[in-house]
């Protein structure tokens, strides 16, 4: 992408006054993939600056940078866990007899993670039950193609256990085997003076 500053004199683009170089480098900077915040403070210039250099908020420098990545990732990893919130109001002032109550208080938000891309696969709200969490996980596999990632994580919930094994299968637990000759520690010894 060519770059549409053509000196270094200072020059008014998208309503900044700057530096040709300036700009160039907050467009760098946008291009590799940061933020209009981070970009900002890295190159010193405020963060309306740098949005209104990249063009506003539905540029085609955002397209461009997220239009290369391959989608859905090769996803390694996945992270189970759930998250609280309570809805209007707190359990306790909430009546179960009410149907105006019916969607407020605790809920829960059964989340499948891949830590890697930094990508929620799955999410499911709602109360924290056996049936959510096995309802996270067959879809979690689905996503990934029926693949089951190298690694499987959660907050050692029971359901999920379950869940995981009814899905993926019994897991397979590797021997950790190191190529070459077993370490030998030497041995140490308390050198009383």
């Given at each position: 992408m060519q770059i549409p500053l053509l000196s270094n004199a200072n020059v008014l683009r998208y309503g900044s006054h700057l530096s040709g170089d300036k700009a160039r480098s907050v467009l760098d900077h946008l291009r590799e993939g940061n933020g209009t915040s981070q970009t900002g403070r890295l190159v010193g210039v405020h963060r309306e600056t740098a949005t209104r250099l990249n063009g506003g908020p539905d540029s085609t420098l955002k397209r461009t940078t997220t239009s290369t990545w391959l989608f859905p990732p090769r996803t390694r990893e996945v992270q189970f866990d759930e998250k609280w919130v309570f809805v209007a109001k707190q359990q306790e002032n909430c009546d179960p007899a009410n149907p105006a109550d019916a969607h407020k208080c605790d809920y829960w938000d059964h989340v499948a993670y891949d830590p890697e891309h930094r990508l929620s696969l799955a999410v499911i709200p709602g109360s924290r039950s056996i049936g959510n969490a096995d309802a996270i996980v067959p879809e979690v596999k689905q996503r990934l193609g029926g693949e089951p990632p190298e690694l499987i994580t959660?907050?050692?919930?029971?359901?999920?256990?379950?869940?995981?094994?009814?899905?993926?299968?019994?897991?397979?637990?590797?021997?950790?085997?190191?190529?070459?000759?077993?370490?030998?520690?030497?041995?140490?010894?308390l050198l009383v003076g």
């Open positions: 959660s907050d050692e919930a029971p359901a999920y256990a379950t869940a995981i094994e009814q899905t993926f299968g019994v897991p397979v637990v590797q021997a950790s085997v190191r190529p070459g000759r077993p370490r030998i520690a030497p041995q140490r010894r």
